[in-house]
T-cell receptor, first 111, second 110 residues
Framework: RKEVEQDPGPFNVPEGATVAFNCTYSNSASQSFFWYRQDCRKEPKLLMSVYSSGNEDGRFTAQLNRASQYISLLIRDSKLSDSATYLCVVNPNTGGFKTIFGAGTRLFVKA | DTAVSQTPKYLVTQMGNDKSIKCEQNLGHDTMYWYKQDSKKFLKIMFSYNNKELIINETVPNRFSPKSPDKAHLNLHINSLELGDSAVYFC?????????FGPGTRLTVT
């Protein structure tokens, strides 16, 4: 089993749709969790941290389910500019500030 | 006011050559990383330095040698380049676990 797994997609959604991605992690001792977005031929950029209580930033909501070992990202009212690859990132708590990136979920938002 | 910068942006070279990639951050972070993103877009950590000390050294060939002259700089030297080294190499810096990436260096080995 991979340490961090994501559905690669692609997810093809119309503008205005709500879309959700899940990401599972294998190490139950994992701590910090993040979502990044990566545009084509660009660097990954931090989208949001994921807290135990869940957190929301505008149209984006991230949640953590420790019991089932997954995190989720919900995007409401999708915009064309949301088209990107969304990367799930986990700190496996093995020391040294190590983080593990998922392979990413590709999202296409169409007019 | 680039936060994390890398040079060069593109690097095309022949097999067997030695090349270096430089990274600088002006964010005042203590931790810096090197990642490799291959053609399948999988981003894999290679090295991490904290205050100039190597703290993460993943399974990477010895041909790859990182060097951190100071907290704001982390360079990557690659000896005897191979075709399989072709990828995008990203530098990142971090105050904790959230990371800020440079624009990447696209390395092509012919």
């Amino acid at each position: 089993r991979k340490e961090v797994e994501q559905d690669p997609g692609p997810f093809n959604v119309p503008e205005g749709a709500t879309v959700a991605f899940n990401c599972t992690y294998s190490n139950s001792a994992s701590q910090s969790f993040f979502w990044y977005r990566q545009d084509c031929r660009k660097e990954p950029k931090l989208l949001m941290s994921v807290y135990s209580s869940g957190n929301e930033d505008g149209r984006f909501t991230a949640q953590l389910n420790r019991a089932s070992q997954y995190i989720s990202l919900l995007i409401r009212d999708s915009k064309l500019s949301d088209s990107a690859t969304y990367l799930c990132v986990v700190n496996p708590n093995t020391g040294g500030f190590k983080t593990i990136f998922g392979a990413g979920t590709r999202l296409f938002v169409k007019a | 006011d680039t936060a994390v910068s890398q040079t060069p942006k593109y690097l095309v070279t022949q097999m067997g050559n030695d090349k270096s990639i430089k990274c600088e951050q002006n964010l005042g972070h203590d931790t810096m990383y090197w990642y490799k993103q291959d053609s399948k877009k999988f981003l894999k950590i290679m090295f991490s330095y904290n205050n100039k000390e190597l703290i993460i050294n993943e399974t990477v060939p010895n041909r790859f040698s990182p060097k951190s002259p100071d907290k704001a700089h982390l360079n990557l030297h690659i000896n005897s380049l191979e075709l399989g080294d072709s990828a995008v190499y990203f530098c990142a810096s971090s105050p904790g676990y959230e990371q800020y990436f440079g624009p990447g260096t696209r390395l092509t080995v012919t």
